[in-house]
C-alpha cells in the first residue's frame, strides 16, 4: 500500500513533468487509487493534469514552511482515483527560507506517511536540481524513477544523480530504491539515441524498462489542453507507450 | 568592450547550453575575443566546447567559495578567441555554502569587472533555477538572452523569469536589459510550435530574433565530439542558424 515514486533527474527538459502526469494517469485508470505530487516552483504537473493555478489556495509550499497539514492542502483534479498536491511561485523561495530549519530534509516524508495508506501511489514531480526541494523527495519515497533522454549532455549528468542517490540511501533513507530508467523522446531515426541508449542499459542492466517513451507531438500538445496525453488522444504512440509503462510498473510490483 | 551576456532561462533543457556554446563560438569565429563562463554544477558547456572535465584544477566554484582569483581559473579551450571558466560538480553545493556569505549575489560581478577589458563577449550559461548562482550572472550581465522552445510548459516559466528579471534590475543591476529572446529546437511541422510563437512575440514584441534556431540533429550531436556545432558541421541548418543569430546580436551592438 501506498508506494512512494519521484520522479528525478537534474538534467532539464527530460520529461520528469511529463512522465509524472501520465503515470499517475495511467495508473488512475488501471484504478490505483493515486496522489500526484508537484514539487517543482514551475508548477508545470499542476496545469498538466488541467488545474487552475489561480484556483489554488494551498500548496506544497505551505506544507515545508507554514506547517499546514497535507490534507488540507488535497485537492481534485477531476480525474477519477487521481488527486493533486499542488506547486506555486513561490516555492523557489523555499531553498533559503528552509536552510535554518532543523530536520529539513524530512518535512515531506513526514507528511506523507500521515496519508500513505489512502493511495497505491504517491507520484512526485522533482524540479531540475538536487537541492532540498529534490531531497525531501528522496528521503520521502520508496523509489525513484530516472527518465532520460538519450542525447549526450543527459548521459554525463547520470553519474553526479547516482552519487546523491547514494548519500540519500547511505544517510537518510536506507531503503531507497531505483524503481526503474525510462527512456523517453527516443528518436528511432537518430543514430546517437541508439549510442546512448546502449550505454544506460550497461550502466543500469535490467533496471531499464523495455518501454521506450517516443518523441511524439501528441505528447507535447496535451498539457496545452490541461490534459495526461491517454485522456487527449488515447490511440497515440505517446498514450500507448505510457500506458505500457505503467503495465511494466505494476508487473514489478507483483513480483515482489 | 566587454558585454557580458547571461543565457537564462529556468525552465530545463530549452538550450541554455547548446546556445551559449555555439553563440560563443559563432562570435570567435568572427574574431570576437570571448570568454565562455560555466555557472551551472551539470558543466555541460565544458564538454560541449571539447575541454576535459578530469583535466580542470579550479573551477567557478573556486571563485565563488574559495576566494580564487578568475585570473587563475580561466582557461584555453583549443578554440581560437575563445577560453572559458569552467564549472564542476561541487558547485551543486554552493547555494548552501553562500547562504550566510555578505554580498554573496555580487562575486561574479567583482570578478568579471577586473577582466572585463580583455574581451569583447563574456557568455554565461546558467543552471535552470532562479537560484543564487543564476542571481550571481544577472547581477553581472550588461544584458540576458533568453532561449525558448516552442512548447506549452516552456511558455509558462516566462512570467516567472520576467519577475526575477525585474527585482534584479530593481535592486541589485539597474542596467540589466534584455538581450533578445531566441526560439530554439522550432519544427516548422508542429502546430503547437507556430502558436507559441505568436504568443512570444506577442509578449517580447521586437526582442524576439528573426533568426529561429530549428530542431537539427547536427546541433545535438555535436557535443558527444566536443565541438560545437559551426566547428562539426559548417553547412548544417543548427550551424548556419547560429551563425545568422550571432550576426543579428552584433548588428543590434552597432546601432547602439
Ligand atoms: N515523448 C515526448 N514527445 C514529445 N515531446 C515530449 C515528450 N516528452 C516530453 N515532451 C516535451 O518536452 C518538453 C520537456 O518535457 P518536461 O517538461 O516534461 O521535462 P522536465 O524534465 O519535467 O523539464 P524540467 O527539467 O524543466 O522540469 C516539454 O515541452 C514536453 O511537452
Ligand atoms: N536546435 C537543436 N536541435 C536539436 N537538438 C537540440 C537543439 N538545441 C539543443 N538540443 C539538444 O536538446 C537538449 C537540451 O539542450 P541543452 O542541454 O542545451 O538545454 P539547457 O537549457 O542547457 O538544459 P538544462 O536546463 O539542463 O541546462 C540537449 O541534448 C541538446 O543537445
Ligand atoms: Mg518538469
Ligand atoms: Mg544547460
Excluded at 516552483?41 to 488541467?50: C, F, H, L, T
Excluded at 531499464?208 to 490541461?226: H, L, W
Excluded at 488522444?233 to 505494476?250: H, I, R, T, W
Aim: proline share 3%.
Amino acid at each position: 500500500m501506498g508506494k512512494v515514486v519521484s520522479i528525478v533527474n537534474q538534467k532539464g527538459g527530460v520529461g520528469k513533468t511529463t512522465t509524472a502526469v501520465n503515470m499517475a494517469a495511467c495508473l488512475a485508470v488501471k484504478n490505483q487509487k493515486v496522489l500526484l505530487i508537484d514539487i517543482d516552483p514551475q508548477a508545470n504537473a499542476v496545469s498538466g493534469v488541467g488545474v487552475d493555478k489561480e484556483s489554488i489556495d494551498l500548496s506544497i509550499y505551505d506544507i515545508l514552511i507554514n506547517n499546514e497539514q497535507i490534507e488540507d492542502v488535497i485537492i481534485d483534479t477531476g480525474i477519477k482515483n487521481l488527486k493533486m498536491v499542488p506547486s506555486e511561485g513561490a516555492l523557489s523561495g523555499a531553498r533559503i527560507e528552509l536552510v535554518n530549519v532543523l530536520n529539513r530534509e524530512r518535512i515531506l516524508k513526514k507528511n506523507i506517511e500521515k496519508i500513505k495508506e489512502d493511495y497505491d501511489y504517491v507520484v512526485v514531480d522533482c524540479p531540475p536540481s538536487l537541492g532540498i526541494l529534490t531531497i525531501n523527495a528522496l528521503v520521502a519515497s520508496d523509489s525513484i524513477v530516472i527518465p532520460i533522454q538519450c542525447e549526450y549532455y543527459a548521459l554525463e549528468g547520470v553519474a553526479q544523480l547516482m552519487h546523491t542517490f547514494n548519500l540519500i540511501r547511505d544517510n537518510l533513507n536506507e531503503d531507497l530504491e531505483v524503481e526503474g530508467v525510462l527512456l523517453t523522446m527516443f528518436d528511432t531515426r537518430i543514430n546517437l539515441a541508439h549510442q546512448v541508449e546502449e550505454d544506460i542499459r550497461k550502466f543500469f542492466q535490467e533496471k531499464v524498462y523495455k518501454t521506450k517513451i517516443p518523441r511524439n507531438v501528441k505528447v507535447s500538445e496535451a498539457p496545452s489542453f490541461g490534459l495526461p496525453v491517454i485522456f487527449y488522444d488515447v490511440k497515440s504512440k505517446g498514450a500507448v507507450s505510457y500506458m505500457d509503462f505503467v503495465e511494466e510498473v505494476l508487473q514489478s510490483e507483483e513480483k515482489e
